[in-house]
Nanobody, 121 residues
């Protein structure tokens, strides 16, 4: 099992930036491809971005492509999501999880508490 702790969310104006962090512990997260997901109120959780174990392969949903960047630091079992040009529709709770591959749409382990991102117009 892998335990996941997300941080870095907050309130930001449209056009602003935030950097989310995720630390994985337990059966070290560096062994897995990782992904970021988000869930807005009343909506299903959706895939945002994925990254391979080595960090050489990344994948993004169409809604964030060109604005968000996923990266990782295997030495510290961490995954990051740099979000720029934020829009009100990016408002959601953001979660990280291991995925089967960078294009995977399902988390492999129990979800963490997430970190809330709120973008004001």
């Amino acid at each position: 099992q892998v335990q996941l702790v997300e941080s870095g969310g907050g309130l930001v104006q449209a056009g602003g930036s935030l950097r989310l962090s995720c630390v994985a512990s337990g059966r070290t997260g560096s062994r897995y491809d990782m992904g970021w997901f988000r869930q807005a109120p009343g909506k299903e959780r959706e895939f945002v971005a994925g990254i391979s174990r080595s960090g050489t392969i990344t994948n993004y949903s169409d809604s964030v492509k060109g604005r968000f960047t996923i990266s990782r630091d295997n030495a510290n079992n961490s995954v990051f999501l740099q979000m720029s040009s934020l829009k009100p529709e990016d408002t959601a709770a953001y979660y990280c999880n291991a995925v089967a591959h960078p294009f995977g749409r399902n988390g492999l382990f129990s979800w963490g508490q997430g970190t809330q991102v709120t973008v004001s117009s």
